[in-house]
């Protein structure tokens, strides 16, 4: 399930680090022409993030301090549970927001509804064993940031060649249409595409109804044992690539896509060339015949979700390394379609969001509760932001990008290091090649 909505930090104290990494190089150049060499600045975070001072990689303290307060005082939610805030490829900030969640979902967790359907286990959203922290570690519940992360495996398939089906492959070629309800030659039409842009056509309420109401596919879907055959069983109600409705069903058609494309499970597919190679500790939860909960049953803690936006910040590059391709990254970042939300757009599970008065796209990846990850590609800025305010009646804001952007004070990473600075190396060192050819 869901859409919406650490080193931890000792109990309502914040961790600005006092030290930062100093990197130096230079461009070198000359008149005769000998070829410049870039400087090897970028920090990888496998083995943890390097910390800074705020000022030192051109973060307004100011304004985080008052980000803090305002999450700490309820403004957003009053259930966050985690905020940090990442820089130039260095931690900047990260405080952690305590909840007693066996208190203040206890009559819930003992109730049978929609979220919580079986009374006890994996799919009960109050129980805190499972919710939102995995049975008592710093893993939080990621929810719909799952779908990014299977996309960004997909991609990682795809790049080394063992997802070799292309986008447009039909979604019933891994079917035994015999066995599928409702086929038409919608269904037939319906491509991987469709499934990664979230226009794969079924007819599907998830977003026109709040997830504990009985008649929401997400959670009737995980109440059942067998999720992929509620989902490939619905009937279509538009042509498949036409219209964008939010479906976490489709999401779980790519597990069992991965599957028989690669003969590999998703999740031990992606520990092995994403998890591992970036450092990340992670949990994923199963459905009840056992296939990966791409859909929302991913664990991570919101140091190793920035991460996922450093990978694609970095265009699909790890420490060398190539993880997913730059066409995948390119591709995944691309506003295909608006969505229901007038201030979104969507890409391969990657939402999009345009600041004001701006040409530039945030990056962004929305969990049910509270997840978020937000990538500032121009700024080398990443957010993360976990919480756990699931309830109907929740009065709970979702920051937006227009809320974080005034952190920046300036354009470039101070020290010279991070994307951004990268970015701007390349640039010039371009610009002096230029300049010597028409010399």
């Not at 066995?179 to 998830?206: I, P, S, Y």
Request: glycine share 8%.
């Amino acid at each position: 399930m869901k859409k919406r909505g650490t080193l931890v930090a000792y109990a309502g104290t914040i961790v600005l680090a006092s030290t930062a990494l100093l990197l130096s190089g230079t461009v070198s150049g000359n008149v005769s022409g000998k070829a410049a060499t870039q400087p090897d600045t970028t920090l990888w975070p496998t083995k943890g993030w390097s910390t800074a001072t705020p000022a030192s990689v051109g973060i307004d303290e100011q304004v985080l301090l008052r980000l803090d307060k305002d999450i700490a005082s309820g403004k957003y939610s009053q259930m966050m549970d985690s905020f940090a805030v990442f820089r130039c490829g260095k931690k900047v900030f990260e405080r952690t927001y305590p909840h007693d969640y066996a208190k203040l979902y206890g009559k819930q967790a003992m109730e049978r509804g929609p979220l919580n359907a079986r009374l006890t286990g994996r799919y009960n959203y109050f129980d805190p064993q499972w919710h939102p922290y995995y049975q008592g570690s710093d893993l939080h519940t990621m929810q719909s940031v799952s779908k990014t992360v299977t996309s960004a495996i997909i991609g990682a398939a795809m790049q080394r060649g063992d997802f070799k089906a292309g986008v447009d492959t039909p979604v019933l070629k891994y079917f035994d249409i015999s066995k599928v309800k409702n086929v038409d030659d919608r269904k037939r039409r319906m491509t991987v595409r469709d499934l990664l842009t979230m226009t794969a056509g079924f007819e599907w309420h998830e977003e026109d109804v709040p997830y504990d109401d009985p008649r929401s596919d997400s959670s009737l879907m995980e109440a059942t044992d067998d999720w992929v055959q509620y989902v490939i069983d619905k009937p279509l109600a538009a042509e498949p690539g036409k219209v964008w409705n939010y479906s976490s069903g489709v999401t779980e058609l790519l597990a069992f896509i991965f599957q028989k494309e690669t003969g590999q499970d998703i999740d031990d597919y992606g520990q092995k060339y994403l998890f591992a190679p970036l450092g990340i500790r992670h949990q994923w939860k199963r459905t009840y015949l056992g296939v990966v909960d791409t859909e929302g049953g991913l664990y991570l803690t919101g140091s190793d979700l920035a991460k996922i936006g450093y990978l694609y910040l970095h265009d699909g590059m790890w420490d060398g390394q190539r993880i997913v391709s730059s066409e995948w990254v390119k591709k995944s970042v691309t506003p295909y379609f608006q969505t229901d939300e007038p201030q979104f757009q969507y890409g391969f599970k990657w939402w999009l969001s345009k600041l004001p008065d701006s040409t530039e796209y945030v990056w962004l990846c929305r969990g049910f509760g509270g997840q978020n990850l937000q990538v500032f590609p121009k700024e080398d800025l990443i957010v993360t932001f976990t919480g756990w305010d699931i309830l109907a009646n929740s009065t709970g804001k979702e920051p937006l990008p227009s809320d974080f952007r005034p952190l920046v004070k300036s354009q470039t990473c101070a020290g010279g290091t991070g994307a951004a600075a990268q970015y701007e190396w390349s640039c010039g060192l371009m610009a002096f090649r230029h300049s010597q050819a028409a010399s």
